[in-house]
């Protein structure tokens, strides 16, 4: 990883940091609700869904106020699955980002309306006036909610939830990824990509899919091998839980050795969806050998 | 309650009943999630919101089809709200529409997720190309934004929660409401009026505010007046159980009595702040005798 890249991504990482802290109101009424939004969305994380907006903008040249008012969206509709899934109902998870989880810091209900304030906020953001022609705006906001929703994120996390203790095949595995991380990921690419001045021609936007697709598993698998692999004072979260679940992973269905060949597939695969772009696609290059190179 | 007017609230009724149903994914991918937004949604309620949102756009002579998306996404917000609202770590709640609580039909994993995915389906209508001029357009998403969040409904479930055993002056309890029910009813007036051609002068738009902040608190007057007076049945929802759950309500801070004068001055002053926008208000004035005859 280049100095310069390792840079650009601790820039981009302070710089949300400072965006989320100031789009989330600090106190006043409701106070207690805010004080655990800001708990729930500040303090870290990879931010890799705002590193792929930023470094899909420079694939059109979008300005950075643009790129991160998008950035700003497609996290906080991160932050809000997180709050969400760690619930008891759900994936029933007491660490976070290294701290104990909202509804363990806080309650189940604030952690509930946590989730469900910060999604409606992230759309709220995203319908800001003056951010672009208004028309795109729309776009890139039916892309975000489409992502986020039943035939996305959403879904993706009702299939992970009905999984648990069967054993998919690879498609069944990849379709639940697609949807429960994927979705979310893919978004971020097009919304970054969609801040620039001009839409994206037929052709690059079908291999700008290509890529998106293949990242977002890339980041899956090597989710998959973390939790296999890492501590959980490294991962920040509870190691090892997707086997303690019970829960089909990569690792579980092909192997540890198949899944980290897998890893290096779908990296080479990104890295070719995106060699028509040229010099432009050098942070999303960076960015998707980084992402590879976090399982080592 | 004249019968053109009884004609027109069904038709609206049975309209957004079909809409819905259209507007929700009926199975495929992750089939039992989308049974339980069905489930969430459909089958019933007055749809008091969307009937706003219809008898709002009569004053600017709106679209149907503009109004009917309006009436939608304003109608999946209120629902994912009940979704969240019945589970056991917000009000606890087993009936709702005179049915099994999605949780209790469901799962609470499922009722989630039905609610997460109403909200976002919410957003993602909203943002549809076509429906008007797009920058009028992503205003009105922001005021559903706004109306929804940590400083409206969201915040103001919060503020219920927080209020549980406790005594609230009446400003505190008006501030509760205000954010917990009429925030998003105000928005349903502002969205109805918003379909229109052109802007509200700003006289106009100060007097709506009005009208739509009294029947806001009108609306939540009612419902306290309702949960004291009549039975479980009649209501479709577990009655009494604001004053089981020890919650403070209009009727246990003024009283009986004076909870139903206050309704009956809320229902004047709505109607007055109608009085300057001529025939054309009709349907609303209609609208606030129907919700302040609720009680009787």
Sequence with gaps: M????????????????????????????AARLHEAMRYAALGGGKRVRPLLVFAAGELVAAKEETLLVCALAVELIHAYSL???????MDDDVLRRGRPACHVEFDEATALLV?????????????????MAPARQLELLATLARASGSLGMAGGQALDLASVGKTLSQPE???MHAMKTGALIRAAVFLGAGCGGRALSEDRRARLDRFAKRIGLLFQVVDDLLDCTASTATLGKTAGKD???????????MGLSAARD???????????????FGARAGRLMALTDFICARQF
């Design 83 to 89: 709050a969400h899934d760690d619930l008891p109902a």
């Design 2 to 29: 280049s100095g310069d890249f390792q840079e650009w991504m601790s820039a981009v990482q302070s710089r949300m940091e400072a965006a989320l802290s100031e789009c989330l109101p600090r106190a006043g009424v």
């Design 243 to 253: 086997k303690a679940a019970d829960k089909p992973t990569y690792v579980s269905l």
């Design 173 to 175: 595995l990849e379709l």
């Design 115 to 131: 989730g469900d304030a910060l999604q409606t906020r992230a759309f709220e953001l995203l319908a800001a006036p003056g951010l």
């Design 262 to 276: 897998y890893a290096g597939y779908l990296h080479r695969e990104a890295s070719f969806a995106l060699s028509g």
